[in-house]
């Protein structure tokens, strides 16, 4: 009868312990994406890393929402404790400054349901862009330029009303 | 061989041997403090969004009517180490796959157990939760309901609900 009852009770806790389904679990390393100033046709790459210290596979999007950045991986799986790093690449293409947000949309493999849950990771990137030394050097150069022309002229006029 | 030669010879082997000497017990450090190794370990800061289940279910709805004060109950917890600035949900429209469907705004979420029109109408844009800068650890609840509206065409009808975390 012990016996049973030990069987019965071990059984119970096998089927309790199939039917409690995993949840998903994803994150990622906190911090902004800072690219600081960036020089007009410069680009530069910062890296993150996503994570799923979790039980079930992810499937994994990136994509990002504001100003233009590149986002490499696209699409990748995290299988149950592993990690992706992420490539964020900032291209200098206009002057200004610049932000958005680059997201990790993660899939849940296999889950199904009325209402199915899925969990998102967002990084806040933030640049500048200035001008590059050589094209600074170019404006320098023709502001002078004109100053010079102005005083030539100033200068030619007053010598003029002198004679 | 004379005198202040020998003492040369002699000074200069006595030189010789201190500085072996020296030598050796700085070899002898050097080996002893090989052995000290120094270990470095960095962790880094993570925000780590944790649901404790991947789908929820509302059952039959009838046309016309809502869930009323039952509502479906998902647990939102930060597992990892740093804080959670944002965290915002969204959702897709209600489809049965096919030609029918309703809009998203049919459902409504609450941090607390609401009765259905007392809860926020959910947006397929990312609205940020109230009380959603999760410290580490931390966790909040997110009540759901829905409401069918009257003359949906009989079906079973699918939503997607996306919560988003940002650190």
Not at chain 1, 98 to 114: M, P, W
Request: overall charge neutral; proline content about 2%; hydrophobic content about 40%.
């Amino acid at each position: 009868m012990k016996n049973k009852i030990k069987v019965l009770v071990l059984l119970g806790m096998l089927l309790s312990a199939t039917l409690s389904i995993a949840s998903a679990e994803f994150g990622q390393t906190a911090g902004v994406l800072d690219f600081g100033t960036l020089k007009l046709g410069e680009n530069k790459t910062l890296t993150y890393w996503v994570v799923n210290p979790g039980e079930t596979t992810i499937d994994v999007n990136t994509y990002y929402v504001g100003n233009t950045v590149s986002v490499s991986p696209a699409n990748f799986t995290l299988v149950p404790h592993s990690q992706q790093q992420i490539d964020v690449t900032a291209t200098a293409e206009h002057l200004g400054s610049f932000s958005g947000k680059v997201r990790a949309l993660g899939h849940e493999r296999g889950a199904s349901g009325v209402v199915v849950l899925q969990t998102e990771m967002e990084k806040n990137f933030v640049y500048k862009v200035s001008l590059s030394l050589k094209t600074e050097v170019c404006l320098l150069l023709i502001a002078l330029t004109i100053i010079f022309i102005l005083l030539y002229i100033v200068y030619e006029s007053i010598i003029r009303r002198r004679r | 061989m004379k005198n202040w030669q020998m003492l040369i010879g002699i000074v200069g082997f006595v030189a010789l041997a201190i500085v072996g000497l020296l030598a050796t017990v700085d070899m002898a450090y050097a080996y002893t403090s090989s052995n000290n190794v120094t270990g470095q370990v960095t962790v880094p800061a993570e925000c780590m969004l944790s649901l404790n289940t991947s789908s929820i279910g509302f059952g039959s709805v009838a046309a016309g009517t809502n869930t009323g004060a039952t509502n479906q109950v998902v647990n939102v917890t930060n597992n990892g180490n740093a804080q959670a600035t944002n965290t915002t949900t969204r959702g897709t429209q209600w489809s049965d796959g096919g030609v029918n469907n309703f809009v998203v705004g049919q459902t409504q979420y609450s941090t607390s157990g609401f009765t259905y029109g007392a809860g926020t109408a959910l947006t397929a844009s990312d609205v940020v939760i109230a009380g959603g800068n999760l410290n580490k650890l931390a966790s909040l609840q997110l009540y759901f309901g829905v409401a069918v509206p009257a003359s949906q065409n009989p079906a079973t009808y699918n939503q997607t609900i996306t919560v988003t975390m940002n650190c």
